[in-house]
């Protein structure tokens, strides 16, 4: 079979060396392009891809890239950005596999109000497939546009949708307390993600205000069924890579975590990339690799749901790639595992 | 004045040279005596202290330490051993300030149930206070012997207290989701704290069976003048020290996060040691001090406190210090600032 | 093809897991066995590995290796253990492919002196051979043992074989100063490794008596056809994995810089392991790779060589993997890129 | 007595930061004025000083800093501007003790050779006095114009002072190979000091060019009475803080580790921040201290030195304490104990 044509938009953050890697070993793909505000070779941007990549980045042409026979393009652009790069591959037939929140909210007020932007979108927002495959898994198959999650809303919407799906916790007030490591916060150099300033040091930033939580309850809601509210608060850990989310919810009824335990396992069967763990999973277990462990416990009459991933793969590239599987008919698993 | 002669028992653990360091800067303290198991030299055990205290560890022997003229003694020793070594300095005379955690729960029973022990000082456990300065301050002046409060309890009962005091928010329920530097864990090697094993990520552990659960709530209970539960879930974060705690309660009225800014201010007006601020706090901004930083805010509906300290510090040996301050008559900032 | 079946010896350890990796993503490779003195699921002792290798571990027995169908041996036992567990697998007629030190010295005597401890094989290592394959790589090709080579000596040989093949240096007094993460002293807990010991310091460990002096000396030896003598100075960086060696040797004749930077190219030419850059590699750049990247700088009269690594990868398995891919005709770089 | 009235220019860094702590704990000093660009109050700079230093910083003014009888300024501005700041501050009689580079090399020439800039204060810069205590330290008291030493020559000069003052080595070709912490770097977030970026890995920078190469030579050629050349080779290590250098020097006649003990002992006899140890030093020993660690060993003739510094403290704002101490006459300790 032919390889699909593949390329990169934004090719100078974590995001897209992640996927780069992930693709250069995908059996499945080829990367004919990486588009960059720098002409540079990649490996100058990132010296791990030295003697891995021989390709120089281009600037962003839409017509550049289809007379390459590009088939998909992974967008690595910072929200805002996407929206405006975006509609002119679609219109030259392109597929779309979208790492930034722009495509993610399907109401345009929400996102308005929590990315204090315009969108300017809306025709293709209202095509575009929200890309969590454990959820979404059938609305993937040859979509269009996949809006590729965000790293805090899986470890929260994956934690939590055999609890809701099955009506078993209170569906307002749910506490998501993540922590996640630096890269998360992208690579551009800021005081906040300056080695001496984060590294042993523990804070809580975008309290009540993280542009993730509307990304949570809109999955948690289609879950359920009914409007889900959380409190969603982050912490930046002095770590490289990882989440790991901490979610306390109130039961509906009486429940033990044995039972629970076997619920999650049922849920999950038929879903490779989740391991459902009884015992606390560490970020550690689950770096460069596209897993999301969960672990659920009752204490005291709430349930807890502990959930692990590496905020690069599973939570961004890995994703996009077990995406790219399900759009193109590959098995879920290809170059993944 | 004369200094106030000081024995340390348990000298080859963090909390122990913390204490060490701290007390070299006390104008009003004297270290007369260490005891180990093994007869090394301190700076052997600590070679940060090479050059600073020259003093060779000794065996434990009450008699020993009461024909120093030993006035206090510090113990730095693990539960269990504690309540076996700390009655005969009681009975020579000598006052105690315990670190562990042996003397920190009134009802024998909890103490029990939680650390699995059978507990043989009852008599003297009825003469204990609590040693939070914030809280029991005045029990503490002159008290005989001080059970020196936990790390992760002094940042729940104090991220609480103006809230419990004033009735404002529910007593049950309460979610206190902590992080901590690794140096929480002692310094007995185990592979749980094993470099390669705990750096570069995050995990929790002990859920819902944390021993500092019934000592957070006996505080607050206290505080409350009613019965407070929690649940506690405590972290292990890629860090030496610092605890970051994030606690969720529901308010039982409207209440504005100016108003609640305003209460915390008054409310720790006269404490030297709490500082309210009105950004999250990061741990390292409290790293090798005493401070105890707190932040409240409301979302949705719920309270948000957010609450930092240095765990070997303010969190064990800074506080001691504070204590040993108040039982002695010395301004409580003394050595500490 | 039938892909080879292959046991690997001790696999609680670092090196062990990082083998299982690569060696489920390797095309050719099947592993059949793990050996261990806990008879526990591999997936208990490496929670990474769950849901990819469902495999228990197994008592050490050469027949019960043999009955599998077992090909090649991967040892990851410690030195001394080896060299007991190893000639029973060579009489049944599987290959070895040995992680420890005890066959990398051909000097029975060497191998005595610098390891304290009797070597009980001299048979087989006689017939060993030294798996640095791009110094060694014709005698690799169908060896029956493979010694594989250090984490250090790699980053030292190849760092200057180049400089001792075309006798651009002195051969006595050159420099090594090596800095390495704690996984290069593997997964036992004790106090050098604990996380608050060795995290946020620097230190130098075994200065003048480090194993690896005399097998770096050796194949240095065998490249320059005259004795070599090295100084080495191993560090301990707190990171995980990751080794930079900066070296220091004393020039014979005048060569520019960018001669050097030539002869480097030229004699790296057709090892697709090794890049030659011109600026300082990061440990980083090498993370999670086989590459070893080398960089040779002209500093007053001195020639610096900076060679970095993965300790695990390149330092360990992926070497091992390497060899494997010699020993049994894959291409070289299968399962390895 | 009355405090020495104090005013630090370039508030907002690292070595600000550190410089302030320290003078809060000291006895004789007293901080009337902080410059910085931003008009800020300094506990926004740094959130740590939170109660702890009630002052807000104010631009650069000689005047108002003369009116507020400020008798010694410490200078914490970069090289180049400090030389444009502190020519007005001596002119009113102000003594200065500057962090910068500016001052450190008595020869405009090699100044500018290795800054890239131009001199503009040779007036100044003939009566500045470099202020390493243990080597210069009769010229320190009572001195107008302190030059502070860089972090990593203190390292090399005082851990080769020693050896050349005794003709033990040979003055060319000696090979520096250091280790730094990250805050080395300031606190202006750059790529090279982004978290993701360093965290992890270990790199060599500015090989043979670092602009402490003619400082250290400057010192030990004075030490020597001799001109000294080194290779100074510095890396960037993932952590906050420290120095560590290996030093590597040839002896030129016999002499046993026991002897170069003895002697390091006798010359740091009354050095009471040198402390002479016989075990490879750990930078961790050494941070939060004025401490600098050395330890001398033999190895195959060659003679290697260890030493190990907190950079910020010792290497910057605690040997700026020292020298305040000299140039007002204060017991060398004071503060730093």
Same mark, same amino acid.
């Given at each position: 079979?032919d390889?699909?044509?593949?390329? &990169?938009?934004?090719?100078?953050?974590y995001?897209?060396?992640?996927? @780069?890697k992930l693709?250069l070993?995908?059996p499945?793909?080829? @990367?004919?392009?990486?588009?960059?505000?720098q002409?540079?070779?990649?490996?100058d941007?990132?010296p791990s891809?030295?003697?891995?990549l021989?390709l120089?980045?281009?600037p962003f042409?839409?017509?550049?890239?289809?007379?390459?026979g590009?088939q998909?393009?992974f967008?690595?652009?910072p929200?805002g950005?996407s929206?405006?790069? $975006?509609?002119?591959l679609?219109?030259?037939?392109?597929?779309? &596999?979208d790492?930034?929140?722009d495509?993610?909210l399907?109401d345009?007020?929400?996102?308005?109000?929590?990315?204090?932007e315009?969108?300017?979108d809306q025709?293709?927002?209202a095509?575009?497939v929200?890309?969590?495959p454990? +959820?979404?898994?059938?609305?993937?198959? /040859?979509?269009?546009?996949v809006?590729?999650p965000g790293?805090y *809303? !899986?470890?929260?919407i994956l /934690?939590?949708?055999?609890?809701?799906a099955?009506?078993? $916790?209170?569906?307002?007030g749910i506490v @998501?307390d993540s922590k996640?490591?630096?890269? /998360?916060?992208?690579?551009?150099p800021?005081?906040?993600?300056?080695?001496?300033?984060?590294n042993?040091?523990v804070?809580?930033y975008a309290v009540?205000t993280?542009?993730?939580?509307?990304?949570?309850? !809109?999955a948690?809601?289609?879950v359920?069924?009914?409007?889900?509210?959380v @409190?969603?608060t982050?912490?930046l850990?002095?770590m490289?890579?990882? $989440?790991?989310s901490?979610?306390y919810?109130?039961l509906?009824?009486?429940v033990t975590?044995a039972?629970? +335990?076997e619920?999650?396992?049922?849920y999950f069967?038929?879903? *490779?990339? +989740?391991?459902?763990?009884t015992?606390p *999973?560490a970020?550690?277990?689950?770096? /460069?690799t596209?897993?999301?462990?969960?672990?659920v416990?009752v204490?005291?009459?709430k349930?807890l749901?502990?959930a692990?991933?590496d905020?690069l793969?599973?939570g961004?590239?890995g994703?996009?790639?077990q995406?790219f599987n399900?759009?193109f008919g590959?098995?879920e698993?290809t170059?993944?595992?």
């Amino acid at each position: 079979m032919d390889k699909v044509k593949v390329a &990169i938009l934004g090719g100078s953050g974590y995001t897209a060396v992640e996927l @780069i890697k992930l693709l250069l070993r995908h059996p499945g793909a080829e @990367i004919v392009a990486i588009t960059s505000r720098q002409s540079e070779h990649i490996a100058d941007l990132h010296p791990s891809l030295l003697g891995r990549l021989d390709l120089r980045c281009e600037p962003f042409d839409p017509d550049a890239l289809k007379s390459k026979g590009t088939q998909v393009v992974f967008g690595c652009l910072p929200h805002g950005t996407s929206m405006e790069s $975006i509609p002119p591959l679609l219109e030259r037939g392109m597929r779309v &596999i979208d790492l930034s929140a722009d495509y993610r909210l399907r109401d345009v007020k929400v996102y308005e109000q929590w990315y204090k932007e315009t969108h300017h979108d809306q025709k293709n927002l209202a095509q575009a497939v929200y890309g969590l495959p454990e +959820v979404y898994g059938d609305k993937i198959v /040859g979509a269009k546009l996949v809006a590729n999650p965000g790293c805090y *809303p !899986q470890t929260a919407i994956l /934690g939590l949708a055999p609890l809701v799906a099955n009506k078993l $916790i209170e569906l307002t007030g749910i506490v @998501i307390d993540s922590k996640s490591g630096v890269s /998360g916060g992208g690579r551009t150099p800021k005081l906040s993600f300056h080695f001496p300033e984060c590294n042993e040091s523990v804070t809580a930033y975008a309290v009540g205000t993280h542009r993730h939580t509307p990304e949570i309850e !809109q999955a948690l809601s289609d879950v359920a069924g009914a409007p889900v509210s959380v @409190i969603f608060t982050p912490h930046l850990m002095p770590m490289d890579r990882g $989440i790991f989310s901490t979610i306390y919810a109130t039961l509906t009824r009486a429940v033990t975590e044995a039972e629970l +335990v076997e619920l999650y396992r049922s849920y999950f069967a038929d879903k *490779p990339f +989740v391991r459902v763990r009884t015992n606390p *999973p560490a970020t550690k277990d689950t770096t /460069g690799t596209n897993f999301l462990d969960v672990c659920v416990k009752v204490v005291r009459g709430k349930v807890l749901v502990l959930a692990a991933e590496d905020n690069l793969v599973r939570g961004a590239s890995g994703v996009a790639v077990q995406n790219f599987n399900r759009v193109f008919g590959f098995d879920e698993r290809t170059g993944l595992m």
